[in-house]
């Protein structure tokens, strides 16, 4: 329920997910899943209230784009769920914006990236990420969230 400012009460997390996930529902089914990203969208921030955090869900499907709003989330949110998809393999970039913004950052693969090509078994990301899910589909981002809301009430 929005507050007197228009805005969902709770603490602030950012869930970020990157390129191609705009397609989800319609892309490879049989590995990402049949939901939707508004499905997707709709349980992050479910499981957020669940735990008193307010989920704010972006995509973008460019790495700056992902950059800009981790670099935004270091005074609008208190942690971060990101799935980098495919530039979770390739990004320096993103993986020193989200070192240099010091949240707690739960990273997020729908597939169990390790059960698929080499290229894939390698994340920048995750040497910056305080926890890893992968291999849970949809369900991972509710327990990314569960997660993030411990690491939250940690560093608070
Ligand atoms: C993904 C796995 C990546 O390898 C891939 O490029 C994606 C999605 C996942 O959620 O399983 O786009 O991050």
Redesign the pocket.
């Known amino acids: 329920m929005p507050n007197h400012t228009g805005t969902a009460p709770g603490i602030p997390v950012l869930v970020l997910n990157g390129p191609?996930?705009n397609l989800l529902g319609l892309r490879e089914p049989a590995v990402?899943g049949k939901d939707t990203l508004a499905d997707v969208e709709e349980l992050c921030r479910s499981a957020a209230r669940t735990h008193g955090l307010r989920a704010d869900c972006r995509q973008s499907n460019h790495e700056g784009g992902l950059i800009d709003a981790v670099h935004e989330a270091r005074t609008a949110h208190r942690g971060i769920v990101i799935?980098p998809?495919?530039y979770?393999?390739t990004s320096v970039a993103l993986r020193d914006a989200l070192a240099a913004v010091e949240l707690p950052v739960v990273e997020v693969?729908?597939?169990n990236?390790h059960r698929r090509e080499a290229f894939?078994h390698h994340s920048y990301v995750s040497a910056v990420a305080d926890t890893v899910i992968c291999g849970a589909g949809a369900h991972g981002y509710a327990v990314a969230l569960d997660h993030l809301a411990q690491l939250v009430k940690e560093t608070r």
Do not use: K
């Open positions: 191609n996930l990402y799935n998809a495919g979770s393999h693969h729908l597939s990236i894939r």
